[in-house]
């Protein structure tokens, strides 16, 4: 869906965000199937989508090892890195001989990352019924895509309503970690620290948090979960029903919120799957990273325009489900507690001692 856009992309004089919202208009040359392999002979229904700079191959190939489904990749890349890609992927035999895998080439034009634009080149080639959009960095379990296909056909019988299916998420420490088997096995990893809830220790644990990680180590069935301002999570959706990134957002800041805000007010339920589980393996740090500490305009500018975003996904779906819905997608305005107002009070201003008088004799 195209996003109504008024008088926002209209630097002011002197606007600090110049950069950033001409970058948001910015045309960029880019080569659909790049790189194509042979069909399987076993057709999947399910196609990983997912997006990478050049310094993150490693992170592909252990990815695409696990999920060896049909898989659209959007690779970001200068014509030169582009033609040692190319000059890889052939002396690659592991990559090389996988099924159904297209690589899309976007090329650089500016330092910060296009994430969204990648996102969607690799989403709109998707050929299978059902997506999942999930970063390079992570390793998913081998069962995933049965397990998601299993629940779609289970809930299709119960669900009027557009479905959803998140996928839990987990992070570790160890970058040779090998991936669980089954749930089981995982779940004792998880009890033994191997891995830990993503985004557990980091400052920002808003992302991934109404996944509920206690409820899914008992679940058995998909539980519907529903998100509020922060929420990011990687879901498997269907293609044909999928709404796409705002292109809008570069670099990994806010870059999925919107997308999750608009499965949801387009009416979709989320469920989150039982028995599939993705790991985030330990990876190079993200140009975003750099931008943070070089850039001081970098994190207010992405506000401001995670903001404009949200406000033209509201007029595309006028309805009062979406109005109250919108407004918990903005940080909640912290106030002091109680005993702080108190403490704020106005102190009453001493009251001055009379003066001394002698008594009359």
Request: charged share 25%.
């Amino acid at each position: 869906m195209a996003f109504i856009i008024i008088d926002y992309l209209q630097p002011s004089k002197g606007d600090k965000c110049y950069e950033y919202k001409y970058l948001a208009t910015l045309s960029r040359r880019t080569h659909v199937a790049f790189i194509r392999t042979p069909p399987s002979s076993s057709p999947s229904s399910i196609t990983l989508v997912t997006q990478l700079q050049p310094n993150r191959l490693q992170g592909l190939e252990r990815l695409l090892m696990e999920w060896r489904g049909p898989a659209s990749v959007a690779l970001y890349a200068s014509d030169e890195e582009a033609v040692d890609f190319a000059k890889y992927f052939r002396s690659n035999t592991k990559l090389r001989t996988l099924p159904d895998l297209v690589v899309h080439l976007v090329f650089k034009r500016q330092k910060q990352y296009p994430i969204n634009y990648l996102r969607n080149v690799a989403m709109r080639e998707v050929l299978t019924q059902y997506h999942l959009m999930l970063d390079v960095d992570f390793v998913p379990n081998s069962g995933l895509a049965q397990h998601a296909q299993n629940i779609f056909e289970k809930l299709s019988t119960t669900e009027e309503t557009p479905v959803a299916l998140v996928v839990p998420t987990f992070e570790t420490s160890n970058s040779f970690y090998k991936i669980a088997e089954n749930r089981s096995e995982f779940l004792h990893h998880l009890d033994e620290g191997k891995v830990l809830s993503y985004h557990q220790t980091a400052q920002w644990n808003l992302g991934h948090r109404y996944t509920s990680y206690a409820k899914w180590k008992t679940a058995t069935d998909p539980y519907k979960v529903y998100g509020a301002f922060g929420y990011e999570p990687y879901l498997v959706i269907r293609a044909q029903d999928s709404p796409e990134y705002s292109e809008l957002l570069l670099e990994r800041m806010r870059d999925k919120f919107t997308y999750t805000v608009e499965v949801q007010v387009a009416g979709f339920q989320m469920f989150v799957l039982p028995d599939a589980y993705a790991v985030h393996m330990p990876h190079p740090k993200s140009t975003s990273h750099r931008l943070r500490k070089e850039d001081t305009s970098f994190e207010p500018c992405t506000s401001l325009i995670y903001q404009q975003v949200i406000r033209n996904i509201s007029m595309n779906y006028p309805n009062s489900h979406t109005a109250e819905f919108i407004a918990k997608q903005f940080p909640p305005t912290k106030r002091p507690t109680t005993r702080k107002r108190r403490k704020k009070k106005r102190k009453k201003k001493p009251v001055a001692s009379p003066a001394s008088t002698t008594p009359h004799p």
